[in-house]
Structure formats: C-alpha cells, structure tokens
C-alpha cells in the first residue's frame, strides 16, 4: 500500500505501512477534506489522533501547522510505524506517542498533554467502544480546549452512538467523518 502526506510542510513524503496488520487508512481525499475545512484552526493547534493506526492524520496536522500531535495507538505495529514515520519527517517532540487503548488510556493523556484543540478518532468501522469515548470527549468534554472540535471518522453504515448530536457530517463514499463541538 503506498501512504503518502498531502499537502503542508511535509506534503508528498512517504510514509511507512506496518506488514502483517489489518488497517484501513483514513484516506488522501478524505484527509484533503477534514485539513481543509481545519485550516483556520490548524496553526498552533494541539491535535490528538486516536487509533491512530500509521499516524498519517496527526502528522498530517503537524505538517500543516499544529505545534503538538499526540498519537494514541494500541497495535505494537503500528506504534512502530507512528515512531518510523515520525523519525522520517522530522516530527521531533512536536509528536508523543501513547501506547494503549483510546478508551483506557484517554483520560491520562488528556491530563498529561491537553487540553487539545482538535481530536481525531478512527476507531475500527466494528469497535464497540465509541460510545464510552464520546461520553468522554463530548459528554464530559476530557482533554478538550474551550473550543475544541471532536472528529470522528466511521462507516456510513453504522449510526454513531445516541445522544451526541453532530455539529456536521460529510459523507466520503463509506466513510462519513462527524463533527462534535461540545
């Protein structure tokens, strides 16, 4: 699979895919579009990106202005790649990577490193923890600035969770990415 940055300080660099581990990147256009609708908030902003899988969202976000991208990954794999690709570009402190899993490991991260302007989370299309984690980033607003934007990508098909209304959503093929502004 060839996985690439889009545009920004790093736009067009490679990045590395983790062998032996069944990902679904959040794909080029659909990064093109959330970064693009981001473009005002993006310079100096504190980014999370959870599940973040090869890392290619939140460096996306430090390629295109974020000061701080904070990636929160259980895989060992992919932890690796995030590390490789981070190294690669250049990324320095600017890029902490958490081990762990979102919904354990949230809370302490948000203390550490928030609160945080925007937070990305590309759970598996299947997870069963999204409603505990929007309850945490929109219900009880952990880890989130004063006007923090919470963005989820899911599958179409799957309804997101009750009780959170979106702020917006756009549809990418079988993608859909949410929008909360808590």
């Not at 581990?21 to 959040?26: G, I, K, S, Y």
């Not at 460096?59 to 000061?67: D, H, I, N, Y």
Request: glycine residues 10%; aromatic residues 8%.
């Amino acid at each position: 699979m060839r996985l690439r940055l889009v545009a920004g300080e790093w736009g067009g660099r490679p990045l590395v895919y983790p062998k032996g581990v069944d990902l679904r990147p959040t794909a080029e256009s659909v990064r093109e579009a959330i970064f693009s609708s981001l473009a005002p908030d993006l310079p100096g902003a504190r980014f999370a990106d959870l599940y973040a899988g090869t890392g290619a969202v939140g460096l996306e976000a430090l390629s295109r202005g974020a000061t701080l991208a904070v990636f929160l990954e259980e895989n060992p794999r992919c932890v690796e790649a995030i590390r490789t690709n981070a190294a690669n570009l250049g990324a320095g402190e600017r890029a902490v990577i958490v081990t762990g899993a979102a919904e354990t490991q949230w809370r302490a991260v948000a203390e550490r490193h928030g609160p945080f302007d925007l937070v990305f989370a590309d759970p598996p299309y299947a997870h069963e923890g999204l409603e505990q984690l929007l309850e945490m980033l929109v219900g009880e607003r952990v880890g989130l600035a004063e006007e923090g934007l919470v963005i989820i990508e899911h599958s179409r098909r799957r309804a997101l969770p009750a009780g959170f209304p979106t702020w917006k959503e756009k549809l990418f093929g079988e993608t859909a990415v949410a929008y909360f502004r808590p």
